[in-house]
């Protein structure tokens, strides 16, 4: 009986390992994310090309962070009328 406790006890031990090592590269990924964003919407890159630039500079997990630059802080397209006010309200709507 003790030595089924201790089986489950090791198991549990190490699922939680693999969730913190998932949950600190999910972490690492949107720091990443965040610290390049400013530099992808400047460039206007597409969610491809931030991936292909991650890559060949051999950022590990180069899909997820460009996933997370595009999704969690999307680009929106602002139009601004003649006097030059920003129609935001409408650009969200096309988007």
Known sequence: MCDGIFNKLIHSRR??????????????????ANAIFPVVRGHRMSEAQTERALTELHVPRAANVAGITHHAFPTQLLLCNYQGEIWSAVARLNA
């Open 15 to 32: 699922s939680l390992q693999v969730h913190l090592k998932q949950l600190n590269e999910i972490l690492r990924d949107a720091d990443v």
